[in-house]
């Protein structure tokens, strides 16, 4: 992406009177985007705790919670249109607040994933009454791939609340264990020797499998935005491996 | 969203001097979406193709021709990068280019889930051999699905050229098509007498229909960013009916 100004460092967004200024400007939108990371946290939490609990008051809790997030990133637009119309920032500064931009979007997405554990988990009761449904080792496999989806994406959010290269950094470096937790529950149900499931079982327990892989995705997609504004560095597409050893050679 | 200035209709757009010359600033942007439409659909068709045919080389073709739509929403972001650092735009000047920018955004994460669908392809082929997994019903089932999504991301994609209200509300009533085409295969993939099927070609499968779902909600998102630039009202979050009752009682 073009800059008229060459990459600040993550420690000099702080610095600077101009900075500090748009800072405050972009302080609501910040707001909006650490809320709405708490919620998409909470909600994950919660519905994941719904399905392994067979728990609907719990997840029609995550159902009514849902539009809180989806209003949060109405706000999130708002601000944005609202801070460009107003500073009509360029550089490096109009970088932060498309980076902020596309950060909000991501953390509305991953709430919907959240919803969709939640769904999942009513159907689930659905056609399982109250006999328990998960087997010991889905179970443990189910909550380490919450784990890691959960730890990336409140990780992720923290990084942007000073553009922390460090914490994106290791949210990187985390997604091996996701992928592997997905894996694993993906092996688990397509075993044909789960015969406590029915297919349809499966294919819900998938369903939330995969909305928990994304939330660690969108985990990602936050941490490469933090690392766009910290460094200038657009790395959404470059080889993984090679870019946590780049970021380790240069002191993170 | 905050406006300077009262929503202008979609066929003004074209008119005015003013409007032209932005127009014209935001020709290569357009383009941009344009050419990522095509390639999404193009990959869409080629990886569904490579599934039923069980043909690895065009699910490999797939594969390869990915990163073409990464380094399109690359180069969008990049415009409008330019396009606001440049024109510094307010008002619903403002609301057109952050709205493109969603949009290729969108058309970004819909390349995404072709390519999910070719590496299930691969993935099916390999766990089935020569042997022919589809049923009938499924088949029909698939290409059902296939056809709501393409069909209304292709619409989506030709919405953006003139911010075209009636394709993007004909978008919206193809919502329950999605559906219900999602809602066969998920039953016929949830049915416990798929003997043909194992565990894990059921995972697969059910991997591709959510694919293509999630290409059809693609393609509703950009009819609704389509929607909020020609009448500037934001209807992400509003009912779906009232919404389409509401446009049509408009004339669409």
């Known amino acids: 992406m073009t800059d008229e100004n060459p990459p600040r460092a993550a420690s000099d967004l702080a610095g600077g009177h101009t900075v500090r200024r748009y800072d405050e400007e972009l302080a609501k939108l910040r707001a909006i985007i650490l809320e709405m990371g708490e919620h998409v946290v909470g909600q994950a939490r919660s519905a994941v705790m719904a399905l392994v609990d067979r728990d609907d008051s719990q997840a029609y809790r995550v159902l009514d919670r849902e539009p809180q997030i989806d209003y949060l990133s109405l706000d999130a637009d708002e601000e944005v249109f609202r801070v460009i119309a107003r500073r009509q920032p360029t550089a490096v500064d109009l970088r932060i607040v498309l980076a902020l931009s596309k950060i909000a979007s991501d953390a509305e997405r991953a709430g919907d994933k959240a919803k969709i554990v939640a769904e999942q988990a ?22 380490r791939l919450e784990d890691a989806a959960c730890s990336m994406f409140e990780r992720s959010i923290r990084a942007v609340v000073n553009f922390d290269v460090a914490l994106s950094l290791a949210i990187f470096e985390d997604e091996p264990r996701l992928s592997d937790a997905s894996t694993e529950v993906r092996h688990l ?12 079982q499966v294919v819900c327990l998938l369903t939330c499998a995969h909305g928990l892989v994304r939330i660690g995705n969108h985990a990602s997609n936050i941490a490469e935005q933090v690392i766009y504004v910290a460094l200038g560095q657009d790395v ?12 380790h050679h240069q002191g993170y």
């Open 189 to 200: 149900l397509g075993e044909d020797d789960q015969k406590g499931l029915s297919q349809r």
């Open 122 to 143: 009513l159907e689930l009761k659905k056609l399982s009454g109250d006999s328990d449904y998960l087997r010991d080792d889905l179970r443990a496999a189910l909550g």
């Open 236 to 247: 959404r597409y470059r080889n993984r491996e090679i870019l946590i050893e780049t970021l």
